[in-house]
């Protein structure tokens, strides 16, 4: 059940980061300058978006992956919670993925997501413990 858990904190993350990607100002910029020259400047790989468009585009596959993450390891720590304890590839890849989340929220994003973070990554470990001890 911690695995269940540590899942259900990030795929919550994971749906309120979409909610707020097309909903409400919360990922705008406090510049409302800054947004109108973000929604008029390409980045330098192609003139066929915005730095805007890449922004909200960045924001909702971001969102994407933190809900996938947390639908397949809620799933399979509830319903095949054997198949999952047996599979070294994917107990390490849903701790490393929880690492990499949990580094990137320290060095780039702010408290409440890199706490979130942080919870799951705890109760995915104690999960872990548990499990194979």
């Known amino acids: 059940m911690f695995i269940a858990a540590s899942a259900a904190v990030i795929l919550l993350l994971g749906l309120v980061h979409l909610l707020y990607t097309f909903r409400g100002s919360k990922l705008h910029p406090r510049d409302s300058e800054l947004k109108a020259k973000l929604m008029a400047v390409s980045p330098v790989i192609s003139r066929e978006t915005t730095m805007w468009r890449a922004w909200v585009g960045f924001n909702a596959s971001h969102s994407y992956g933190a809900i996938l993450f947390g639908a397949v390891y809620g799933y399979l720590a509830v319903l095949h919670s054997a198949f999952l304890f047996q599979s070294w590839f994917l107990l390490a890849v849903g ?18 997501p890199f706490r979130g973070i942080v919870l799951a990554a705890v109760l995915y470990c104690l999960g872990l413990v548990i499990n194979l001890a």
Do not use: I, N, T
């Not at 701790?95 to 409440?112: D, E, P, T």
């Open 95 to 112: 701790f490393l993925l929880l690492l990499g989340y949990a580094v990137l929220g320290k060095l780039y994003w702010f408290s409440v």
